[in-house]
């Protein structure tokens, strides 16, 4: 089961965040801050994985932009890793090449389409069409 | 894909000018974003956040505000959350938003909604309305984001407002409207699985939905079903194979790849779902295996997400049923994992190396090479799995090697969380295979000083009792305990400030305890060792106190430097530190009393824990005359503060010394819960305290043992120490060497590597695995405890831990693992998890023969003491004629000597034979034992012992026909009788028959009585469960009796004569008022309540068995009349 998705740059700013599991708003930053450096210290050749606390955190490096996805024991990490970059690709598709700025930019944007790909936790849907089909049809409402 | 982020913020002045269209940004944002990308520190951030919210605050409040800048506000008021700043202001105005707002707004107002609101909170009622509508609507968009958000956050009790709104659009002709609405209800079903029992048929249809998208969220439901009750889904098992088997032949829209797989996480998800349904299922195993073979096949491409479902497909080949062919290629796809130069593939192998040793141990051997190369790996992640695979394939041979990895390791490592996860395990591996007391002591040391104070309570705990219970052998305890007590002194000799404050306390409690087994130890040295610790200042006062009660055993001799102590000690700042003192002082002086509190090499074994707390009477009943209100038990406390929430519609009534609302009166007012007026008398005060003197003082005695064992409390800190391990294994010493010459050559590297693998993976070998499949030579763990009656909850304590996360698997999963095997050799431990049965039920001193026993546990060193009573068996009395042979006795049979048991009688006799009877009691019957004596010099035959007694059952009989009796010789038969309605004597007669000459039979009659005291046993109940039993009970009589007066104090006294002559349980004396329970063998209950009125006793029975009061009450009379 995925806890939280937290999308960081390197200088430890939070770009985005959802948790799957209630954490309380003030330990929010020092989790935060605490994943980050975990991820930081790690260098290119060391794997993908980092065990913290209960946790795994599985995470992706995107130019500046850290992808980092706090998981149970239980999930597969390697499909996880996918799954951030499938996120990535439907992102880029949307905003076509999407960068640290875009997520800012639409945050609510990001977020719905985060929506659609994960609830509590569980991965529902990976099919970028379908992600994609809500938010389309909302924009194109917006515009007309 | 790298270059997916490109743009870097040197972008971004052109950005902010060239955003157009439906990404249009507000002044008020765009302006927020460009601060927030220009903070440079914390503080800035602070300021920046701070005049945001400030600033939405008046914006919000304002009446001029659109729908189209509350959205722009929600999303900024999102950025403030995200940076940790609380915006709970907004809150409203996002369920405003998506109420009133057009479609955009009303999705970032439900988006808004989600991310602030977590499940529970209050305004999330007020977003029902809106649910409720927008579900209704025609546009399907808002149809839509409604259903995402019902299946975010939606609160619990308003399901049923919703769930038929939902539950129709499972057959919405819209594919993305059906697969909201399944896990809508997916949601509704974690959350309150009984709203949704009634649409399982729903899911069904859902799982067979022509979409692949519905089918898919489905499986949401189903695996999480399976996962609760497998064997009710059997029947599905061919569906989900044939949905696989569709997904894999390329049977869904081209969209649903990824990479050109197809679908793979819908893969990951049905291999889950089959392998639940697979596990220790043969039949339904081989319904599947097809499929995960062609799923073995196809995943040959060289990606990732293939390699994801090839992990996911070789865990279900390990869970199901076994098929040789399959783990045969499921293994050969660990290993080229395992040996991929991918470092995350590499990550994955080793996790499901891990997961299959636990079914294949012979697996890791393929692959030893490649292990130790892992755990020299430079990655932290790569190691830790390592020593996770290693933890589960440690056996008794190579237990010495991968011990001393793991704590190298944790000499390494500083995340705390590790650490903790880590040294519990090496603690467990070292209990369990140690090979010699040495290297068992020296490895608990270094977890004791690398673990310190983070360690988990119980690793400490189960070491001390390990120490403290020892096996079957003394001698070879007493060489453990001679061991450490060594070990310690060395130890303690050395720098000892950096020492963790729980390595001390352990090494104090065992120098207090067996300091005295090492002859050669002068004692003085231990006393001084120990009294230089006190003197450190990063010795905390939890430690001091462990420190006094260590010095307190030491055997006595050394006064001088006791006294000394005592002195500097009793002007402390701590009064617990100056009342050990003062004991210290006391017991230095009185050697007398020091035997009697600390007696030497006291047997652990059968304390008894009196977790009612009876010893505590005398000061609650004390408290209560004071003035303290009754104690509840929290959920009375919990109903009565949900009481108080509502209003008091009631008038004030007239207001009492003592708070009488706080007791909870019934029309059947409990004797327990109410004693005002008595307990607010003068004499009762004096009462208590002469109740209280009989135990030991308590107070200020630390408390280090409770109901669950050793209570151990975190201490600061203290740094992580690398003890000098002298524990160093030929193997691992090389090892060690190794590194310090300078780099050898690569093929002695190797050949390094190589004596390594041997050393670690000794006795994984064919014939010698840990398999489950094949057989096993693992000896049994060396410590072996003893079962506990109160290890229950600790042990339950950690199993709840290990479902938390399984990487750290605790004690309970692996020994499941580790027995699972040898089904004759089950665990200690678990049998006691079960072992529920209190002592104290049958404690009540029926046993005269445990007397001793018991006053010795009783008297068991100090630090045990908080939690004992003294358990003192009341003295049955004869009534009947004196004995005649006592010593027949002896003659009882081996199973039955320990009861206790009347005097021996004398029931008639003839010049042939003599006839004895003597009355054992056990709890659930009454056993009637005669001894059959042969008083002449002649062989008795056939001889044949009949009882009657019309009154009484006879449940078993032993013993009653003998075809000859020696000469001068006795046998002894024995009926166990049982008494289903009361009377109040009950008379037996019988016969015996025998023949002195053959063919001439003699007969024999003989008669007695037996009362109905006989069949009362001890009720050992607490005052609350005394009190909630008394308000069930029906049947009732009162009477007054007469009261013993010739003491001083009449109560005691009475109620102390009854319980001599009836066998009762005096629950509880509560001022002029005493409770008393008892029941008719383990029969019907029957309650006493005592009142002192006047000159009289005031009793008061209640039982659920109309007679047995008045019996009771009968022999109640009688017994204070013979008195």
């Keep these: 089961m995925i806890k939280f998705l937290l999308m960081v740059n390197k200088q430890g700013q939070t770009r985005l965040s959802k948790y799957y599991e209630q954490v309380e708003l003030g330990k929010r930053a020092a989790l935060e801050a605490d994943v980050v450096r975990g991820c930081l210290a790690r260098r290119k050749e060391e794997c993908s994985f980092v065990e913290y606390k209960d946790y795994k955190l599985v995470y992706r490096q995107y130019a500046a932009l850290f992808i980092v996805v706090g998981i149970t024991e239980n999930e597969n990490e390697l499909s996880i890793y996918e799954l951030v970059h499938n996120f990535v690709e439907v992102l880029d598709k949307y905003f076509s090449r999407v960068s640290e700025l875009d997520i800012m930019f639409n945050l609510d944007k990001v977020h719905i389409i985060l929506d659609e790909m994960i609830l509590n936790g569980h991965i529902v849907e990976t099919n970028k069409n379908r992600i994609l089909a809500p938010l389309l049809a909302l924009d194109k409402m917006a515009e007309s | 894909m790298s270059d997916v982020v490109e743009k870097t913020l040197t972008a971004l002045p052109g950005l902010f000018e060239s955003q157009t269209g439906a990404a249009k940004i507000t002044n008020r944002l765009r302006q927020l974003i460009k601060s927030i990308t220009e903070l440079t520190s914390k503080h800035e951030e602070e300021n920046l956040i701070k005049r945001e919210l400030s600033a939405i605050k008046e914006q919000v409040s304002s009446p001029n505000t659109t729908m189209k800048q509350m959205r722009e506000i929600m999303v900024r008021a999102m950025y403030c959350e995200m940076l940790g700043y609380d915006a709970s202001f907004t809150y409203i105005h996002a369920i405003k938003l998506a109420q009133q707002g057009g479609v955009l707004e009303k999705r970032v107002g439900y988006l808004a909604v989600s991310l602030f609101l977590n499940e529970g909170h209050e305004l999330l009622l007020l977003l029902v309305n809106t649910v409720l509508k927008d579900l209704q609507s025609t546009n399907l968009i808002e149809v839509c984001m409604a259903l995402t958000v019902v299946a975010q956050v939606f609160p619990k009790d308003m399901i049923p407002a919703v769930l038929p709104l939902v539950e129709d659009k499972l057959s919405h002709p819209k594919e993305i409207i059906r697969r909201k609405a399944v896990l809508a209800l997916y949601k509704f079903y974690l959350i309150a699985p009984n709203q949704v029992q009634h649409i399982h048929a729903k899911f069904c249809k859902a799982l067979s939905d022509k979409d692949p998208g519905v089918m898919a969220s489905s499986l949401h439901i189903y695996l999480q079903l399976i996962r609760e009750s497998p064997d009710s889904y059997k029947d599905l098992t061919g569906s989900f194979v044939t949905i696989l088997k569709q997904v894999l032949g390329g049977k869904l829209p081209v969209d649903f790849n990824y990479h050109s797989v197809p679908a793979p996480w819908l893969q990951i998800q049905l291999l889950r779902i089959l392998s639940l349904l697979g596990k220790e299922d043969q039949s339904t195993s081989e319904l599947m295996y097809e499929v995960l073979d062609e799923s073995l096949r196809r995943a040959e491409m060289n990606h990732n997400i293939t390699y994801a479902i090839l992990y996911e497909c070789v865990k279900a080949v390990y869970t199901i049923h076994p098929k040789a062919e399959l783990l045969e290629k499921a293994a050969r796809c660990i290993g080229n994992f395992v040996l991929s130069p991918k470092i995350n593939l590499k990550y994955l192998g080793l996790k499901a190396l891990t997961y299959v040793v636990q079914h294949d141990a012979k697996l890791a051997l393929q692959h030893q090479m490649t292990i130790i190369e892992c755990l020299d790996h430079s990655d932290f992640t790569i190691k830790r799995e390592t020593l996770e695979l290693l933890f589960r394939i440690t056996n008794a041979q190579n237990v010495t090697v991968i011990v001393e990895k793991m704590l190298d390791f944790l000499r390494s490592c500083n995340d705390e969380h590790t650490i903790i996860h880590l040294i519990g395990k090496v603690a467990e591996l070292a209990e369990k295979f140690a090979p010699d007391n040495s290297w068992f002591i020296q ?234 007026s008595s307990g607010l008398s003068g004499n009762s005060a004096e009462l208590s305290q002469k109740a209280g003197s009989s135990t030991l003082i308590l107070e200020g005695v630390k408390r280090v043992w409770g109901k669950d064992g050793y209570l151990p409390q975190k201490e600061a800190t203290a740094p992580p120490v690398d003890e000098p391990s002298a524990a160093v294994q030929p193997a691992s010493q090389q090892e060690a060497a190794e590194r310090i010459e300078p780099r050898p050559e690569p093929s002695t590297q190797n050949q390094d590597k190589q004596q390594l693998a041997s050393s670690l993976f000794v006795g994984l070998g064919v014939g010698s695995s840990v398999s489950l499949l094949g057989k096993s030579e693992a000896p049994p763990p060396r410590f072996r405890k003893k079962p506990r009656p109160h290890e229950s909850s600790s042990s339950s304590g950690t199993s709840k831990r290990s479902s938390d996360s399984s990487s750290h698997s605790s004690r309970n999963t692996t020994d499941s693992f580790l027995y699972g095997s040898f089904p004759e050799e089950e665990p200690a431990t678990s049998i006691s998890t079960f072992d529920h049965t209190p002592k104290s039920t049958t404690a009540n001193g029926l046993s005269q023969n445990k007397d001793t026993k018991e006053d010795r546990h009783a008297n068991t060193s100090q630090i045990l003491g908080g939690d004992m009573v003294i358990v003192r068996p009341s003295t049955i009395q004869d009534k009947h004629p004196p004995s005649v042979s006592s010593d027949l006795t002896a003659l009882l049979p081996a199973d039955l000597k320990d009861l206790p048991h009347s005097d021996v009688i004398s029931l008639t006799s003839d010049p042939s034979l003599s006839l004895s009877s003597c009355r054992l009691f056990r709890d659930e019957a009454l056993l009637l034992v005669i001894f059959i004596s042969n008083c002449t010099e002649t062989v008795i035959k056939d001889v044949a012992v009949q009882l009657t007694c019309e009154e009484l059952k006879t449940a078993s009989l032993r013993g009653n026909v003998m075809d000859c009796l020696e000469a001068r010789s006795t046998s002894v038969c024995h009926y166990a009788l049982l008494m289903d309605d009361p009377h109040t004597n009950v008379s037996l007669t019988g016969t015996v028959s025998y023949q002195t000459q053959p063919g001439h039979t003699n007969t024999l009659p003989f008669s007695g009585t037996l009362s109905t005291a006989d069949f009362i046993r001890p009720l050992v109940v607490t005052t609350e469960e005394y009190g909630k039993l008394w308000l069930s009970l029906s049947h009732d009589v009162k009477q007054n009796l007469k009261l013993l007066t010739d003491a001083g104090d009449p109560l005691r006294t009475t109620l102390n004569a009854l319980k001599d002559a009836l066998q009762l349980h005096v629950v509880d004396i509560i001022g002029s008022e005493g409770i008393v329970a008892c029941r008719l063998l383990s029969g019907a209950p029957c309650l006493l309540h005592c009142r002192v009125n006047g000159a009289a006793l005031a009793m008061w029975l209640r039982s659920p068995h109309p007679a047995l009061p008045d019996f009771i009450l009968y022999h109640c009379q009688r017994a204070l009349a013979h008195h």
Aim: aromatic letters at 6%; glycine letters at 4%.
């Design chain 2, 443 to 676: 490895t608990m040391n270094d977890v004791f000083s690398i673990g310190g104070d983070l360690l988990q309570q119980d690793v400490p705990n189960n070491f001390l009792r390990l120490l403290a219970e020892g096996s079957e052998s003394k001698e070879e305890d007493d060489q453990l305990r001679l061991y450490a007590v060594e070990s310690y002194l060395t130890v303690l000799k050395g720098h000892t400030s950096h020492l963790p404050q729980c390595f001390l306390q352990v090494m104090s409690w065992v120098l207090g305890e067996y300091a005295h087994l090492q002859e050669s130890v002068d004692r003085r040295e231990v006393i001084r060792l120990l009294t230089q610790l006190l003197d450190q200042r990063s010795v905390s006062s939890e430690t001091r106190v462990w420190i006094l009660s260590a010095l307190t055993k030491i055997p006595e001799g050394q006064t001088d430097l006791i006294l000394d102590l005592a002195e500097s000690l009793s002007s402390s700042q701590d009064t617990v530190l100056r009342q050990q003192a003062q004991e210290l002082r006391h017991l230095s002086q009185d050697s007398q009393l020091r035997e009697w509190v600390l007696p030497r090499g006291a047997p652990w074994d059968g304390i008894e824990v009196d977790s009612s707390l009876s010893f505590l009477d005398g000061f609650v009943s004390e408290a209560l005359a004071a003035g303290a209100a009754p104690y509840k038990p929290p959920h009375q406390r919990q109903e009565e503060l949900c009481e108080d929430r509502a209003l008091n519609l009631e008038p004030y009534s007239f207001s009492l010394p003592v708070s009488l609302s706080s007791c909870s009166i019934t029309d059947r007012q409990s004797p327990t819960l109410l004693s005002v």
